[in-house]
């Protein structure tokens, strides 16, 4: 949870000021790990030691219940804004409405806490397993209750909005993080109503001191479930991001020589010299799905103009590796410094129906044409002719 805080904090902090998504999930990872630091024993036993005794449990509920009012607010600017009020869906104005009571809610539980904490728990003796210890006391049950309201109802507001998410979700890896965080939601609303129960229980019958223990072992076992899962289901989309710009990056590598040799002909034709791949690969001025697209044009382009450098015209139905040896014959007609001569034959890509479909053309030439790049241009053999009277 800290990797991914830490991970996901430039561009929360930096990033843009309409951008409310990610400041959101940001604070909902970065609370969510600061309290699962306060579970660690050198922090937990470093809190407990100051004059406040458990303060590790107090801060704990003051950063899970921050954590819990940042994810209702992700849910909130998940959905947008709409041009008027007449076009927001029910469950979007429910999800608003739930997020300014939940706003001064928070407030009011971290309140409420803090005056439970100070008066009615008993405090007398450090606790290393609150929740175990203090089974059986009606301050501590008080005090939890508390919280386990605010964090229930918040969880579960959170796990309907994200199911009903999960089924307008236009792509699968969206659908599987949203469900994937639906589903913890689910095991922190089963956390806080089983603890609470727990506790109310031990009020009017004490449990042995083995069996608080064991119970506070296993919840808090499936509290470590719900973490995993809610931040490996809100990365899903992030790194499926991720796969794109590197799929995207490696046909930039791809393009990088058949592009490079035709911006070298034809220099005034890029924005920009061509220049060595790495250093073309860290533009991160331009993102890699445009460059590419220009880089698609750029070559389109610088092709056309080869037909006055052709020697001869492509032939048809021959596939990339006729694309680039007529691209490779040409500029080599081209760097002899011959003028241009009248417009060739068209070399002619199969029809694509998407940019996607274009690109991946591209590809096979590039393949093709670093493969001819080894070799020397040569002319395309001359058909064999049929000796007279011999049939064929």
Not at 165 to 191: D, N
Not at 219 to 235: D, K, P, R, W
Not at 333 to 356: F, I, N, R, S, Y
């Amino acid at each position: 949870m800290t990797a991914v805080a830490l991970w996901r904090m430039p561009a929360a902090l930096w990033g843009d000021e309409e951008d409310r998504r990610r400041r959101a999930l940001w604070g909902c990872y970065a609370g969510f790990a600061a309290a699962l630091w306060t579970k660690t024993q050198y922090v937990r036993v470093r809190l407990n030691d100051s004059p406040v005794i458990d303060l590790a449990v107090l801060v704990k509920h003051y950063t899970a219940t921050i954590a819990i009012l940042a994810i209702l607010s992700y849910i909130v600017a998940i959905y947008g804004r709409y041009e008027s009020d007449v076009d927001v869906p029910r469950h979007v104005r429910f999800a608003r409405t739930v997020q300014r009571v939940a706003a001064r809610a928070a407030l009011a539980t971290l309140v409420l806490l803090t005056v439970l904490f100070f008066t009615v728990v008993d405090r007398s003796h450090p606790s290393d397993r609150f929740v175990a210890d203090h089974a059986g006391e009606w301050g501590a049950t008080l005090y939890y209750t508390v919280f386990y309201v605010y964090l229930g109802a918040a969880s579960a507001v959170c796990a309907v909005q994200w199911w009903l998410a999960v089924r307008s979700a236009p792509r699968r890896h969206l659908r599987i993080g949203l469900g994937m965080m639906a589903v913890a939601m689910v095991i922190g609303v089963a956390y806080t109503v089983s603890r609470g129960l727990f506790l109310w229980i031990s009020v009017a019958d004490r449990p042995s001191e083995s069996f608080a223990l064991s119970f506070d072992k296993w919840t808090e076992a499936g509290q470590v479930v719900l973490f995993t899962l809610f931040a490996v289901g809100a990365s899903i989309p992030a790194f499926a991001t991720g796969a794109r710009r590197l799929r995207l990056w490696r046909a930039q590598a791809a393009l990088h020589p058949l592009w490079r040799d035709l911006m070298t002909a034809f220099p005034e034709q890029p924005f920009a010299p061509p220049a060595p791949l790495a250093r073309e690969l860290l533009r991160l001025g331009t993102p890699a799905d445009v460059r590419i697209d220009r880089w698609a044009a750029d070559i389109a382009d610088a092709v056309e103009q080869l037909r006055h450098w052709a020697p001869e015209g492509p032939a048809a139905g021959r596939g990339p590796e006729e694309s680039a040896r007529w691209i490779r014959a040409a500029l080599a007609a081209h760097a002899t410094g011959a003028p241009a001569g009248p417009a060739g034959p068209a070399l002619v890509p199969p029809q694509a129906a998407d940019q996607d479909g274009e690109i991946a053309w591209l590809l096979r030439v590039s393949a093709a044409y670093r493969d001819a790049v080894r070799k020397p241009a040569t002319p395309r053999p001359a058909p064999v002719p049929t000796p007279k009277g011999t049939p064929s």
